[in-house]
């Protein structure tokens, strides 16, 4: 990518700044041309907002649902834009708040504020390559083989070429080629054979229709925005990997910020699979000597062989045979990309192969060589965490792989997103246990220099368990934290059931106990529930029990698309839903369609989950009570994430109830029930179950 289109200037001019009213004014006309209401806790997210771009300091600002937090940074994020003539970056976790802010909020902003600005800001959306449709690929570019075994079935083949047909149609009616317009999706195999990555696209300078690709049309318009629109992906990629995707920015707005560090991490995150050293030796076999893409797919092959001998889980040294196996992928690995030889500039064709080989080939090399470095450091210097997935007794319908995440991302954001830039970061959760601390050092981010604001009325302030995971950032950037509430009245409108009286969650699925008194719950809420539990197969469990002993409906999340699941939900009040982790956080139906939050138990990391033990282990290495660290904190966030989804809108009554006793009787259970918001709180199923009956009479 040419960093010429990243740089477009922008066209228009910049404002005078004394002739922009300030951003409680720009605020004040922009809640009006949208028709709300003007909201203290927003009016003071903005002025925090304004204060921190001001300032360059960077800020963390709960505001929990119902603010207005995206009107509250947008507007003080244009003001700058074009008074600077300068870009921010808003960057969000899911497509959903992407599509809020780019069709919903940003156009009618621009408009409001126009005349006030002095021009009409402009704003755009960009994603990574891989996100839009490769013209070139799609018309001469390599067919992919598939690498899942699945797809050599006739019916999946068949399937993927049904879908790879479509591609062709939508790619004459499209006019931005984003895979996320399309509607329905397609598999991630059918997308593969018509996108590329950065590293396989052959740059705009020598691809025949570079003038027409979407992915560079997308950079262009982002070049010459005063806002952009990304995702948390992309923004990790252009703070990470040394070369800008985005276009330059002095300040970042990160919306669903409790999602960054998982976002990171997946970005720093590197895999070595059998099926992709296969596919490098397949994408060079004939550029290369057949004799030097052979040796590949054998090393492939004995990778392949060497993992199906081993359990998966962590790995604390290499086996001396998979560090062998490693070693043969990454010395052929090498071999190939020296044979590619130099790229020839006249041959458009051979250009686009060598590319696309090369890509994985360099891919393989490099996650080979991560791979054996990670454990040449003394276990407690370590940077990266290494596993194996899938395979031997856990799942043997996946392909073994050799994954390596790092242990921590806090030193890399402090280093390469918060030093060259001013940071804003918000969510409805951000405090843990009452405290922004918890979240801050995952960010790599000092202790709060003051007290930060408490989250007004929140059970308890119970103090986090320290985390050290990662270096001390006493020295790190400044930054500052608001707490801005919430416009919901959380203790009148909502109760926290805590279920003392059940046994404690068991390994063999839910206890009778458990089922009895969801039915109940559910009963008395006449349906009207969402079921949020910690496995699939729990919320399986619950589906099949319920619909033996209701009327109602119980949609089961995977029995439809999520979003379809959700929509039938939403439209009939006696039907539940029920489901696991991306109901947690993605569920958002306001009015009496959801008045019942059930969760089974606390949603600790699972004990073998190879990221989270390691991260445990560090903390107790140095220390400090790693469970407690870790996984409560994990815990605290998904359980505040799940309560948020009862009150959507001012008029939201209803019950998070909570089956797993340990909340209530644990010694942990302060710290998480501080995290959640502050409904009125009771142990007896009597009373929810009177309160339930009477919502709705
Ligand atoms: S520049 Fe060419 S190869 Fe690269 S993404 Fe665009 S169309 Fe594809």
Redesign the pocket.
């Known amino acids: 990518m040419p960093a010429s289109s990243l740089q477009a200037t922008k066209p228009l001019p910049s404002a005078n700044a004394d002739e922009v009213p300030d951003v409680t004014a720009l605020l004040t006309a922009a809640v009006e041309a949208v028709g709300g209401a003007e909201r203290p806790g927003q009016v003071a997210m903005a002025e925090a907002v304004a204060r921190a771009i001001r300032t360059g300091e960077h800020l963390a600002v709960q505001a929990g649902t119902g603010t207005g937090k995206s009107l509250a940074y947008l507007v003080p994020a244009l003001r700058h834009a074009v008074v600077e003539d300068a870009t921010v970056v808003v960057s969000t976790a899911t497509i959903a708040l992407q599509r809020q802010l780019v069709d919903r909020d940003l156009p009618r902003l621009a408009k409001a504020l126009s005349p006030l600005l002095g021009r009409e800001p402009r704003f755009a959306i960009l994603k990574g390559?891989r996100n839009?449709l490769?013209?070139?690929?799609l018309h001469t570019?390599a067919p992919e083989e598939p690498e899942d075994p699945g797809l050599f079935d006739p019916f999946a083949v068949s399937a993927m070429g049904r879908q790879v047909k479509r591609l062709h149609e939508w790619s004459s009616d499209t006019e931005t080629g984003d895979r996320d317009e399309l509607v329905p999706g397609v598999s991630e195999q059918a997308w593969r054979q018509v996108s590329?990555t950065a590293k396989?696209?052959?740059?705009?300078s020598r691809?025949?229709?570079?003038v027409?690709?979407?992915?560079?049309r997308a950079r262009a318009e982002a070049g010459k925005a005063d806002l952009v629109v990304t995702n948390h992906a992309l923004l990790a990629i252009d703070a990470l990997e040394g070369y800008p995707v985005l276009p330059e920015h002095d300040v970042v707005v990160v919306d669903e910020a409790h999602d960054l560090v998982d976002r990171v991490t997946s970005v720093a995150t590197a895999e070595l699979t059998p099926n992709a050293v296969a596919a490098a030796a397949r994408r060079c076999g004939r550029l290369v000597d057949e004799e030097i893409a052979d040796r590949l797919a054998e090393a492939g092959d004995g990778l392949h062989l060497t993992l199906a001998e081993l359990a998966p889980g962590r790995l604390d040294d290499l086996p001396t045979p998979l560090a062998g196996a490693v070693a043969v992928v990454r010395d052929a690995a090498h071999a190939c990309v020296t044979a590619l030889g130099p790229e020839r500039k006249e041959d458009v064709e051979g250009s686009?192969a060598r590319k696309l080989a090369l890509a994985l080939l360099e891919e393989v090399h490099d996650t080979a060589v991560r791979l054996l470095t990670a454990f040449e450091p003394p276990e407690q210097d370590r940077y990266d965490v290494v596993w194996i997935s899938g395979g031997v007794g856990q799942d043997h319908t996946r392909p073994s792989a050799l994954r390596v995440a790092p242990l921590s991302v806090g030193g890399l954001l402090r280093e390469r997103l918060f030093g060259p830039r001013s940071v804003v970061l918000t969510s409805a959760t951000l405090t843990l246990g009452g405290t922004f601390d918890t979240l801050a050092r995952q960010w790599g981010l000092p202790p709060a220099p003051a007290p930060s604001r408490r989250a007004p009325g929140a059970a308890t302030e119970k103090e986090p368990p320290a985390d050290d995971t990662g270096s001390p950032a006493v020295d790190g950037p400044k930054w500052t934290s608001l707490d801005v509430g919430s416009p919901f009245d959380h203790p009148r409108s909502g109760i926290l059931y805590l279920a003392r009286h059940l046994p404690q969650p068991g390994r063999d699925g839910l206890p009778p106990q458990y089922l009895d008194e969801l039915a109940e719950l559910v009963e008395a809420a006449g349906g009207r529930a969402l079921g949020l539990f910690s496995s699939m197969r729990a919320a399986k469990q619950a589906t099949e029990a319920l619909r033996e002993r209701l009327p109602n409906t119980i949609l089961c999340q995977g029995d439809d698309s999520t979003s379809l699941l959700v929509k039938q939900f939403a439209e009939d009040e006696p039907t539940c839903l029920f489901g696991t982790l991306s109901l947690w956080q993605g569920v958002d139906v306001p009015g009496p369609a959801l008045q019942l939050v059930v969760m089974d138990r606390i949603p600790f990391p699972r004990p073998d989950d190879p990221l989270a033990s390691a991260r445990q282990r560090a903390v107790a290495a140095r220390g400090g009570n790693g469970f407690l660290t870790v996984a409560a904190t994990h815990a605290a966030l998904l359980l505040a994430q799940g309560a948020g989804r009862l009150l959507r809108s001012m008029n939201d009554r209803g019950v998070v109830a909570i089956l797993d006793p340990r909340l209530a009787t644990a010694r942990y259970g302060g710290f998480l029930r501080a995290s959640l918001p502050p409904f009125w709180t009771t142990h007896d199923p009597e009373v929810v179950r009177a309160a339930l009956r009477r919502i709705n009479t």
């Open positions: 390559r839009y490769c013209l070139h690929r570019g590329v396989e696209c052959l740059g705009v691809c025949p229709i570079g027409d690709c979407f992915a560079e686009t």
